[in-house]
């Protein structure tokens, strides 16, 4: 696993829980990124499932897109490379996860995921400007998933001249309006050795951030 902190067993244990629509913030301890993102946690990912989820969930994009039928892929993500989609062993390859899940009708998560992959190959945002779909930012994509569904309406936080939606940004509003519930947390205080699920995942995220 390229010497992160996340191993394959983590990965697996992740892979077994992990639902279409879960957002996946992660965090690398040692890297140049960290300097120009705010926060411990500076980076997200929407898992969209793997084609038997996918299925079940009736998301039409598979049909229209290959790339969607290979087992391995399972999670879209937006890095300098541009918005593809993703194994989650590459997306896993870190120091350190937390996994949202939407509290949103199943209806409501699969249009979500459809508005996502509609972004699919696109170049990454190095702008962060969230008024230009051209391009897009990983924050930007589950923004673009998931705004304005079930009434759902993300605080933008103006940065430079330019307003923008951090992966802590993400997280507080998580935390504070119960839109999306953290249910799984890797790689900090109280969980450095296995993945923590259930109680005391709220407490074990609040603390890694916001102490």
């Known amino acids: 696993m390229d010497h992160k902190q996340v191993t394959r067993h983590t990965v697996n ?4 829980f992990l639902q279409p629509g879960d957002v996946i913030v992660t965090r690398h301890a040692k890297a140049l990124t960290n300097l120009f993102f705010p926060g411990f946690w500076p980076h997200a990912a929407l898992y969209v499932g793997t084609p038997a ?3 079940a969930a009736g998301a039409s994009a598979a049909r229209k897109n290959p790339a ?3 087992p391995g892929v399972s999670v879209l993500e937006a890095k300098k490379d541009g918005v593809l989609l993703r194994p989650l062993v590459e997306t896993l390859t870190v120091d350190a996860f937390t996994i949202l899940r939407p509290n949103l009708r199943s209806a409501a998560i699969t249009r979500a995921i459809e508005r996502a992959l509609a972004h699919e190959g696109k170049q990454y945002n190095f702008d962060f400007n969230f008024f230009n779909s051209d391009r897009i930012v990983c924050t930007e994509l589950v923004y673009r998933a998931f705004d304005g569904l079930e009434d759902l309406d993300f605080p933008l936080r103006e940065r430079a001249g330019r307003k923008t ?3 802590e940004d993400l997280l507080d509003f998580a935390l504070d309006t119960g839109a999306f519930t953290p249910v799984a947390i890797f790689g900090v205080d109280g969980c450095r050795q296995a993945v923590l699920h259930g109680d005391g995942v709220r407490d074990a995220l609040i ?3 916001r102490a």
Not at 13 to 16: C, F, K, N, R, V
Request: proline residues 0%.
């Open 13 to 16: 244990a992740a892979a077994a």
């Open 53 to 55: 989820q996918r299925q």
């Open 68 to 70: 969607l039928r290979e």
């Open 165 to 167: 939606l951090s992966a």
């Open 207 to 209: 603390a890694s951030y």
